[in-house]
C-alpha cells in the first residue's frame, strides 16, 4: 500500500513566523504533488501543486520538492491566524490513476 | 462560477435504505472522484473516472457503486448503507492529463450519518 506520511501536529507557530510542514510519500515514481488547505468542517482548498524538484513559490507560500528523498514541503511565511488550518499532502499513485492523502498536520498561528 | 456541486450536504438515514449522493461540475473536467475522510483516517478514494463510462475502484470500494453516463455527473451510490459508512463525503474533478496528474477542485462535502 502506497502512503503519504504527515505530522498530525498540531504545529504552533507565533503569528509573522515561517511554518514549516513536512511531508514524505513511498511511491518513488510519483509525478505530481499538491498541498491543500482544510479548515474544520470545510472542503479542502489546493494551495499549491508541484511537478518538478526544487522551489516554486506563490505569495507567501513555497513548496520544495525532493524526489531523491521522497520530500516534499511547504512554507509559510509570515504566517497568520488565518493559516491557521489542517493542511493536507497528496500524491499521485504512479501505478494507477489514485490520487493518495496524507492524513494532515493541524497548523495553529498564535495571535 | 466553476465548481463541484454535491447534494445533498447533509444526510441522516437508516441502515439498509438505498441512498445516492450527486455531484456535478461545471468545468468540464475529465476526471472525477469520490473520498470519504474520517478522523483521523484522512481522504480515502472511494471510486474515480477518467472519463464517460471509464470508472474504477479507489482504495476503499467495498459498499459503494458509481456511474458515470455523462461527462459531468458521477454519482455515489450507496445501495445496502451501514452504520460503518458514516462518514464526511467529497465528490471532486480534475483535468486529466496521463503524464502529469492535476489537482482536485473539491465540493462541499456530504455529511452522511447511517443509524
Redesign the interface.
Known sequence: ?KEVEQNSGPLSVPEGAIASLNCTYSDRVS??F?WYRQYSG?????IM?I?SNGDKEDGRFTAQLNKASQYVSLLIRDSQPSDSATY?C?V?DSG?????????TRLKVLA | EAQVTQNPRYLITVTGKKLTVTCSQNMNHEYMSWYRQDPGLGLRQIYYSMNVEVTDKGDVPEGYKVSRKEKRNFPLILESPSPNQTSLYFCASSLFFTGAPQPQHFGDGTRLSIL
Open positions: 500500500q509525478q505530481s499538491f470545510k472542503s479542502p482548498e489546493l501543486s511537478y493536507l497528496a499521485n494507477t490513476y489514485k490520487y493518495i492523502f496524507g492524513t494532515g
